[in-house]
């Protein structure tokens, strides 16, 4: 199977604008989740989202979102960029085995990850 | 935040030697992962421990999880050059909602001298 992929790999953006990243899980994975990381606030879950529902949610403004398609594939989108929003973000996604979509014991597979530089 | 700690935070040996990081946390969980990363490059998952387990082996790696410390920790034996990375732990913490939420503890960096 193919593994979970991410476009763009890199990205250049001013402060003040938008972006939007993009994730394609792993053929059949029904859960995607978004991590953002940086060298001061290591890894940070942002966002998991399941049957295009977000499911769990991290400890990030509302400039960041994200939605998730019927196909799985899911974007997150950081509006009005601050230079702290410089990070490498990485998706994963999830199996999704058990009882009413609990992914309680499944593994992530993340992706190559997005490296956005805010200047 | 980080929810756990990894110990030490950099390690270095030689090719051949065996490797263990420690990783402590705070919450009750679900299970716990281990992961490797090269060089600020994608996570790759090495190992799941559910909380009812106590020890895992793949390969080279073995696990263990002592939940009444809330501590885990990954031996890599038999050490390779290609081993260097940066290993994280993550916890899936137990919560009253479904669902993943991983927390990573800070890493460990590992150099194998060859």
């Known amino acids: 199977k193919a593994g979970v992929t991410q476009t763009p790999r890199y990205l250049i953006k001013t402060r003040g604008q938008q972006v939007t990243l993009s994730c394609s899980p792993i053929s059949g994975h029904r859960s995607v989740s978004w991590y953002q990381q940086t060298p001061g606030q290591g890894l940070q879950f942002l966002f998991e989202y399941f049957s295009e529902t977000q499911r769990n949610k991290g400890n990030f403004p509302g400039r960041f979102s994200g939605r998730q398609f019927s196909n799985s594939r899911s974007e997150m989108n950081v509006s009005t960029l601050e230079l702290g929003d410089s990070a490498l973000y990485l998706c994963a996604s999830s199996p999704v085995r058990g009882l009413a979509g609990s992914s309680s014991y499944n593994e992530q597979f993340f992706g190559p990850g997005t490296r956005l530089t805010v200047l | 935040s980080q929810q756990g700690e990894e110990d030490p935070q950099a390690l270095s040996i030689q090719e051949g030697e065996n490797a263990t990081m420690n990783c402590s946390y705070k919450?009750?969980?679900?299970?716990l992962q281990w992961y490797r990363q090269n060089s600020g490059r994608g996570l790759v998952h090495l190992i799941l421990i559910r909380s009812n387990e106590r020890e895992k082996h793949s390969g080279r790696l073995r696990v263990t999880l002592d939940t009444s410390k809330k501590s885990s920790s990954l031996l890599i034996t038999a050490s390779r050059a290609a081993d260097t990375a940066s290993y994280f732990c993550?916890?899936?913490?137990?919560?009253?909602?479904?669902?993943?939420?991983?927390?990573f503890g800070e890493g460990t960096q590992l150099t194998v001298n060859p």
């Open positions: 919450t009750s969980i679900n299970n």
């Open positions: 993550a916890t899936d913490a137990r919560r009253e909602t479904s669902g993943s939420r991983l927390t």
